[in-house]
Each structure stands twice: as structure tokens, then as C-alpha cells.
Nanobody, 118 residues
Framework: AQLVESGGGLVQPGGSLRLSCGAS????????MNWYRQAPGKEREWVAG??????????NYADSVKGRFTISRDNAKNTVYLQMNSLKPEDTAVYYC??????????WGQGTLVTVSS
């Protein structure tokens, strides 16, 4: 099982980025998908999640990103996205993709760096 993130980079405050996470080696549509982030010197924190197809693809967000970030999934492409708008310097972090379906082991990507700076 593997997850590969892409789409990170440098963006000015107020700008937008779209992260992508491609999945392989497991049945993507059956897994709940999440984005986490880890800022320098801080613990990893959950950002957003989308449930599996079987429970309706329900989305949830951390309060810090609600209204600015949107998580979505394309099950035909085995890909989950994170659209990030109105970015702030405090959004600077390494963003990680996560796949979860009990009782199987979680799957993590290697991360992609997002830097919000002028």
C-alpha cells in the first residue's frame, strides 16, 4: 500500500494551492482519507477528512481551516485532494495524506511541504 502526495510549494499569503494524494496497493474507495500537517517544532495535527464511499463521503475539517480548505476524492483515479484557499503563514507545514480502515494498518504518505510567505 502506498500514498504519494504532490502539489506543495511556496505561495503568498491569501493565495491558493491544491494538494493531491495518489493511492495504490489497496482498495481506495473503502478507506477513509485524511490530511494531516506538521509545522516546524509542532506536533502533527489533523486537518481534514472524508469518509469512504460506503458511508457517503462525508467531510470534516479542523476549526483552523474550516471555510478555507476543501477535501475531495476521485475514486476512479484513486486520488484525494485538498484545495487550500486564503492561505495564511500559519498554514506553513508538511502536509501528509493518510488512509484508514479498521482493522487494517493505516497508510501514510511521505509528505509535501507548503510554505506560505511573502
Amino acid at each position: 500500500a502506498q500514498l504519494v502526495e504532490s502539489g506543495g510549494g511556496l505561495v503568498q499569503p491569501g493565495g491558493s494551492l491544491r494538494l493531491s494524494c495518489g493511492a495504490s496497493g489497496f482498495t481506495f474507495s473503502r478507506y477513509h482519507m485524511n490530511w494531516y500537517r506538521q509545522a516546524p517544532g509542532k506536533e502533527r495535527e489533523w486537518v481534514a477528512g472524508i469518509t469512504s464511499v460506503s458511508v457517503g463521503g462525508i467531510t470534516n475539517y479542523a476549526d483552523s481551516v474550516k471555510g478555507r480548505f476543501t477535501i475531495s476524492r476521485d475514486n476512479a483515479k484513486n486520488t484525494v485532494y485538498l484545495q487550500m484557499n486564503s492561505l495564511k503563514p500559519e498554514d506553513t507545514a508538511v502536509y501528509y495524506c493518510n488512509a484508514r480502515m479498521s482493522p487494517y494498518p493505516e497508510v501514510w504518505g511521505q509528505g509535501t511541504l507548503v510554505t506560505v510567505s511573502s
